[in-house]
């Protein structure tokens, strides 16, 4: 019922719109309505030239357009309207690597492949900063339970970032130089190996990191996990869920110093009550800084030897 008065007053501002402007029911007209009463601010011509080209073309309709706009996250955080909890994890997600991941000119990515883009699961969401060199350590595409993005060994971004694919375990660094790299990236990995293989990966960390060099990594946090299902791990080919002590013991153990400890997704009524709930994980995405009440830590570890924060 909401979202059907919000459509009505789209429909009712751009038949007046159409009308005071003299510009007629235009596709353009349409899409610039639907951005200012939807988002409550001025369209960006990017957007607004994507969906008329697609209303122009005719493959999407009016209903399309304002179907896409309804369920973009934008549209529930400007009116205030929870998301899906995947949702929710994936936004905070793209916000960690956006803005809290450190610059870096070549980098480590463990397990970062992507169904979607061939450049990698780090610079397609968004990494906002200019590396030479992405080297992703995944296992073989046939081996992975989801498909990735047609790749090569090698790619050439339009940037021009090299991105090097080397297939095989994430315990396997072998193929990299000692104290060659500026930044090991974990994005959602960490938890797919045993402990005692995650021994191995920060060990290998450690030596191709060079002085000053950063391991980033990002896991779900036992702490909530085990509210969400108590007798097993979330997901399948997990084979382990760490507390977040667990892993920054397992860090300090191998040399790093921890630089920082951030949460995505607070949900402390869930951590207080041991209810869990997923509409909190929807209300309260991002970055928090009481780690241990969110769904996903992230630590942010430091090979010693530089003056990096």
Same mark, same amino acid.
């Given at each position: ?158 940037? %021009? $970032? ?10 396997? *660094?072998? =193929? &990299?130089?000692?104290? +060659? ?104 995405? %991002? $970055? ?10 992230? *630590?942010? =570890? &430091?090979?010693?030897? +530089?003056?990096?924060?």
């Amino acid at each position: 019922m909401a979202h059907l008065m919000i459509i009505s007053r789209v429909v009712g501002e751009y038949v007046r719109q159409a009308v005071t402007t003299g510009r007629g029911l235009d596709n353009k007209l349409f899409v610039e309505t639907a951005y200012r009463v939807l988002f409550k601010r001025e369209p960006d011509a990017e957007g607004v030239g994507l969906l008329t080209q697609k209303l122009e073309s005719k493959e999407m309709n009016k209903v399309n357009v304002l179907g896409v706009l309804l369920k973009s996250e934008e549209f529930h955080v400007v009116q205030g309207l929870p998301i899906h909890p995947l949702e929710a994890l994936h936004s905070s997600r793209v916000t960690l690597i956006q803005k809290h991941l450190p610059e870096a000119k070549i980098i480590v990515d463990l397990g970062g492949g992507s169904t979607l883009h061939p450049e990698g699961a780090l610079l397609g969401l968004g990494y906002p900063h200019h590396p030479t060199e992405v080297t992703i350590i995944d296992l073989p595409p046939e081996e992975r339970m989801l498909s990735s993005a047609d790749t090569s060994d090698t790619y050439v971004t339009e940037a %021009g $970032i090299r991105v090097r694919y080397l297939y095989r375990s994430m315990t396997d *660094l072998s =193929a &990299i130089a000692d104290e +060659s790299v500026d930044m090991v990236f974990s994005g959602e990995s960490i938890e797919h190996i045993t402990e005692e293989d995650g021994e191995i990966v920060c060990r290998e960390a450690y030596r191709v990191l060079k002085s000053g060099g950063y391991f980033c990594l990002d896991t779900p946090n036992a702490a909530l996990t085990r509210i969400q299902s108590p007798k097993e791990f979330i997901h399948p080919e997990h084979k382990v869920e760490y507390r977040i002590p667990e892993l920054r013991e397992k860090l300090e153990r191998w040399g790093f110093t921890i630089a920082e400890e951030k949460g995505l997704c607070q949900m402390p009524n869930s951590f207080k009550s041991g209810v869990f709930d997923s509409r909190e994980m929807s209300l309260q995405r %991002g $970055i928090f800084d009481s780690a241990e009440m969110c769904y996903l830590f992230y *630590l942010k =570890a &430091i090979k010693p030897g +530089s003056t990096n924060p």
